[in-house]
């Protein structure tokens, strides 16, 4: 009986190990199962698709980037190795082809998805339960005032299909409904906290505030137009103490923070008229309170009589218990109005005070028509600094000048430098600022300039600096040099003027643009 000879490799073959059988099945068995059909439902009968017609499966084109491998190839691998391991690779390709399908479903996904703008609206009632309340006296418990503390008050406040509707609006540019926008970059999510909700002069209004901005919605109860106001109050402080809830165009109603004491109006134009008390109710909404036009005050205008404020004092358990001035210029909250009075020699600069004590409330008595051209900018504040008071030429008394700051709640200013002469005369632009630190704590050193008649007929050129001014130069139309903080000199009327200002350092400053003013 012949002997049974072992095949033996020539020389161009080479052993391969079972790893590597194990590889190169793997990798057949893949290309075996038709994984370009991975996308239809079901794998049975060991990793074969359902749909596929009975009979064997057709082989693919030689790939010659593929090892062949032949069971005689493998003398290391027994054949019970290779159908477990063939269970193992069926088992490895059903995965594969599950995973491919659930890709192919996520590929078909619409281009927009998931993008904040295509998010749907949120449905009746949706986050409104986790709208974040501070307790009543949460404002006695805490080292800072702010809206943070302010309490959710009115009778609405559990009505969470209406704040439902009030998130939608906000987080839906696209709603339906009147917006407004003040100036800034109101752009966030819904509101983190509830202010108020309740009917205030036949509307719904709510108030929501997510700590950089506050927000208020209003809508008719039987249907119409819903209308939206939005407002940048980023680092509001114990002074931004009330909230518009209601407009007419002669009056407001306020809610009031809950650390107000007294509420009461004021005539700016009136300074020694004194105030008249205004009511508010148990959520602390303020009777209407009578309100000044918005544009620019002008001779076309018509002359400015009365400039309504509304002045608040804080209550006795606030360490700084202090009274102090708002205005409304059109906004969500009213501006805080402050002043600075002239320098005096030998005294240290301060910052700027409240207005509510007699030189405050006379200095305002004559620049508080300017207020009006301020409407719709989200100021946050005005402060009126007298930079300098100087003596006039032929004894014809003393005129101010005074620097008028709006701080928005931006962060930026615009300013008017106001020119107010002795008798009572309105106050005068001689220059601007925009998007300025003039006047400010980053900006002390300013200067100014007009043109003066005096009773007698002449005309003069007046420049006035604020306290480090140490020189002022004149170069045309006349040339002068004065020594000190003011200088007057006759002058041709109408003629461009050059003036400039040395600090003690030797620092040159000028005059601000627009000398002549509206």
């Not at 009968?45 to 009979?55: A, F, K, T, V, Y």
């Not at 969470?160 to 998130?167: D, E, F, H, K």
């Amino acid at each position: 009986m012949p002997k049974r000879r072992t095949p033996v490799a020539d020389h161009h073959s080479r052993p391969i190990d079972a790893e590597h059988a194990e590889a190169a099945l793997l990798e057949h068995y893949v290309r075996l199962s038709g994984l370009a059909h991975a996308g239809r439902a079901g794998v049975m009968n060991g990793g074969e698709p359902e749909d596929r017609p009975p009979g064997p499966v057709p082989s693919p084109a030689p790939d010659p980037c593929l090892p062949h491998v032949r069971p005689t190839d493998l003398p290391h691998v027994r054949p019970t190795d290779l159908l477990r391991r063939g269970h193992r690779l069926r088992a490895v390709a059903a995965v594969l082809a599950l995973a491919a399908a659930t890709g192919a479903a996520l590929l078909t996904l619409p281009s927009d998805a998931g993008r904040r703008g295509a998010a749907p609206r949120p449905a009746a009632g949706a986050g409104a339960q986790h709208l974040g309340q501070a307790a009543a006296d949460a404002w006695t418990h805490t080292a800072r005032l702010d809206f943070a503390v302010w309490p959710a008050r009115g009778r609405r406040t559990g009505d969470t299909a209406l704040l439902a509707r009030a998130l939608r609006a906000w987080t839906d540019p696209a709603g339906r409904g009147r917006r407004s926008v003040e100036p800034g970059d109101p752009v966030g999510g819904p509101g983190t906290r509830l202010l108020f909700a309740d009917d205030v002069d036949g509307r719904a209004v709510v108030l929501l505030q997510d700590g950089i901005h506050t927000v208020r919605y209003s809508e008719p109860p039987h249907g119409g137009k819903a209308e939206l106001a939005v407002a940048l109050t980023q680092d509001a402080d114990v002074t931004t103490a009330a909230v518009v809830v209601s407009r007419s165009p002669r009056s407001v109603r306020l809610l009031l923070a809950p650390w107000i004491a007294t509420a009461a109006v004021r005539d700016l134009r009136a300074p020694s008229a004194g105030t008249h008390a205004v009511t508010r109710d148990r959520n602390g909404v303020t009777e209407p309170v009578a309100v000044t036009a918005a544009g620019s005050v002008t001779a076309a205008d018509g002359p400015c009589r009365g400039v309504p404020v509304v002045q608040l004092r804080s209550s006795p358990r606030i360490a700084e218990e202090r009274a102090f001035l708002l205005a409304d210029l059109g906004g969500l909250v009213p501006a805080h109005l402050t002043y600075m009075p002239a320098p005096r020699p030998g005294t240290l600069p301060r910052p700027p005070r409240e207005a509510t004590g007699e030189a405050g409330l006379r200095g305002w008595a004559a620049s508080a028509c300017r207020l009006a051209g301020l409407h719709g900018q989200g100021v946050r504040s005005v402060d009126h600094w007298v930079f300098a008071t100087q003596p006039l030429p032929e004894r014809s008394g003393n005129a101010t000048w005074v620097c008028a700051r709006a701080e928005t709640w931006r962060g930026t200013g615009d300013v008017e430098y106001l020119f107010l002469a002795p008798g009572g005369t309105p106050a005068r632009v001689v220059g601007r600022g925009r998007d300025t630190a003039q006047c400010s704590r980053f900006g002390q050193h300013v200067l100014a300039h007009t043109e003066w008649r005096a009773p007698s007929g002449t005309a003069y050129l007046l420049v006035a600096g604020s306290r480090a001014v140490t020189r002022l130069d004149v170069t045309a139309p006349v040339r002068s040099t004065a020594d000190g903080r003011w200088l007057a000199v006759r002058a041709p009327s109408g003629r461009p003027v050059e003036v400039t200002g040395r600090l003690p350092d030797g620092t040159r400053i000028g005059s601000p643009l627009s000398p002549d003013g509206p």
